[in-house]
């Protein structure tokens, strides 16, 4: 694409008499001043900025107050040839028809992500978004050509350093918290994924595996921000992984970020929306013919059923999600779905028994889930508030108040909002018992573990 040159740039650094170097020079130091340090703006920037480039911000906003102080007047970034660019406030909650506008609207994302732009921190869960990214994931063609042709070469060791990045952050992340790893894995992407999607070379076949490796680290970044409890973030990048999953055409891929939209519904409240999100991933599971995967998406279906309190429905969805676990064949089906392990279906029937009252089914379930892989730290806490849950019910206060007393102290360690707010959830199961003498022993234990 041949851009315009900046002719009001050229003109104002005319006026101002600065030198391109000069200019550059004052940018890097202004912006380590304004909280913004490692600048390295040089000649060859300016440049291209003459050249109609349009940097990103702040760099903008740093050069009006630059000229602003050498010429005496007020100077915007319009009479810099850098008009503002107005983000829309629903950045990300729309599932793009075409691989090129799905670029565009995911590093957009990422990009008002790393800004940290209010309408996003502040921003709500919609169901009418994750309906229609549901929808049109089921119903859009295979991608076209999912090619680019800009000047950046992209190859197998680009796509390899992504998926190495998604697993180390991964396990950081079962291991601490997303509190502790979120803020790096959206910079990753902005810095180092988006150049590749918006300006690389790469074949169609190419294109698919970027697609791929691009949506599994936007996944991971909006599980993160859903562990945070961010949940309208987390929502706008789950339906992007889920765009970028398109355009792989990997319905397995496709599939698992469904659930995971069905699991974040249930959390939030919405068990109907949840509902047609986990069938949506049974379909995809199917079309990829990946057992694991529909046992994952059917005992999310089940939850969602316990979560509307019909318990005829729940046990027809537990039951299929058996029948396809005893089918999977592990050693043929993707490396990231080895989380979900027996321990883990086992968590999801726990869940299900303990929002549908029922005790000791819960706590049978619960103490399987603790057979697991100890590098899952935050899940290990979620499986003990789980035992602790279905204790309560079954009356077991000795018991319950012990685990319960685990769970919590794990909780302390961890970066993650959800892990508080199960714990808030025992506190509050435990409140009818306030006055016996083991729940008092375990609110003054674990009062410094308390979240403000």
Known sequence: MVREPNRLLQQLIAEAGFSHKGLARRLNDLGAARGTPG???????????????RPRDPVPCLLTEIFA?????????????????ITPLDLGQEFMHTWQEGVATVTALWRADVERRRFLIDSTFAIGAGSIGAMRWLTSPAEGRPSGGGTRRVGRAE???????????????????????????????????????KDGSYSEATGRRLAAAAAELTRLAGWMAYDMEQHGLAQRYLIQALRLARGADDHTLGGEILAGMAHQAIYVGQPAHALDLARAAQLAARSGGVNTLLASAHVLEAHAH???????????????????????????????????????????????FRDLGEGERAVRYARRSLDMDSRYVRGRMFNLSLLAAGLVQCGELEEACATAGKAMAMAGELQS????????????????????????????????LTPA
Not at 41 to 46: A, K, T
């Open 39 to 53: 600048l390295k703006y040089d000649h060859s920037s300016v440049l291209r900025w003459i050249g109609g480039q």
């Open 69 to 85: 102080v050498r010429l005496g007047r007020q100077v915007t970034s319009e009479d810099l040839g850098m008009p503002a660019i």
């Open 159 to 197: 796509i390899a350093a992504i998926h190495e990045v998604t697993r180390s952050f991964g396990e950081l992340d079962n291991r601490f918290g997303s509190g502790r790893v979120r803020t790096s894995v959206v910079k990753y992407l902005d810095s180092a994924v988006s150049p590749l999607l």
């Open 306 to 352: 316990a979560g509307r309190g019909d318990a005829r429905s729940c046990g027809v969805s537990l039951h299929a999600a058996e029948r396809a676990f005893d089918a999977r064949k592990p050693a043929e089906e993707p490396r990231w779905l080895s989380y979900f392990d027996e321990a883990y279906l086992s968590a999801k029937f726990a869940h299900c």
């Open 417 to 448: 909002v959800r892990s508080r707010s199960y714990a808030a959830d025992l506190r509050k199961r435990l409140q009818p018992y306030k006055n016996e003498r083991v729940v008092k022993v375990l609110r003054e234990r674990t009062r410094e």
